[in-house]
């Protein structure tokens, strides 16, 4: 179950702490694991979280015909969900997402990191043409500054979709409180909320850059 923060990172902050979360995270953080240990690892960890930040969609009731007898049954209400990778490394929780929401829209952002300022600059930008009524999924495995995040939230917010959430697989507590003093309604989904930033903007302990190890790049 998602368990929400308390103290001076707010109510709005899902810390999701099943097991099977924390020992996979366990194992992608750890330094030897291989780049094909990492991208199913994060695949895995992914449908799980899908799982959890799925648990509240609203459905409704259809009328069917099971080989028994008819019954009213629940169903998702509404349009399909959106699940929205922020390039590259948001790719990963992108697929393990589409396994457990086959049928959900696909949009990407392109978002690279300047090193000098560390702000987000975008260089590419596609969702589904019609946004309204839809339920977003932004993803991006590290939240560390939150530059990224806040840049990936004001665009999505000018589709004017029904709602969006953020998932990601580790957050620092500056990110965290950069994107909800920007963003206070968009709730956070994480397995680990780390220590603190470097003076880099990586997340400690972190474990690495989640692109470089996703895809065996440097």
């Known amino acids: 179950m998602p368990q929400p923060m308390t103290g001076d990172l707010g109510d709005n902050v899902h810390v999701i702490t099943h097991p099977l979360i924390q020992h996979k995270l366990t194992i992608m953080r750890k330094k030897e694991t291989s780049t094909a240990g990492f991208r199913r690892l994060l695949r895995e960890i992914s449908m ?26 629940p169903t998702l209400d509404g349009k399909k969900v959106v699940i929205i990778s922020i390039l590259r490394a948001g790719d990963g929780i992108r697929d393990g997402m589409l396994e457990i929401l086959p049928s959900a829209r696909v949009g ?55 709602s969006i959430k953020f998932v990601c697989l580790l957050a620092a507590p500056e990110g965290i409180r950069n994107l909800h003093a920007k963003h206070p309604d968009v709730p956070i989904y994480t397995p680990a909320v780390d220590e603190r930033l470097n003076d880099k903007g990586y997340i400690l302990p972190g474990l690495g850059d989640a692109g470089d190890r996703l895809y065996g790049t440097k």
């Open 48 to 73: 799980l979280l899908g799982y959890e930040v799925t648990r509240d969609m609203p459905v409704t009731f259809e009328s069917i015909e099971t080989p028994l007898q008819p019954m009213m049954a």
């Open 108 to 162: 990407h952002i392109g978002l690279y990191r300047d090193h000098e300022t560390l702000e987000a600059v975008e260089y590419f930008f596609k969702v589904p043409s019609e946004m309204s009524d839809r339920e977003v999924i932004l993803c991006d495995p590290m939240l560390a500054t939150g530059n990224s995040a806040i840049a990936a939230v004001d665009r999505v917010k000018k589709t004017q979709p029904k």
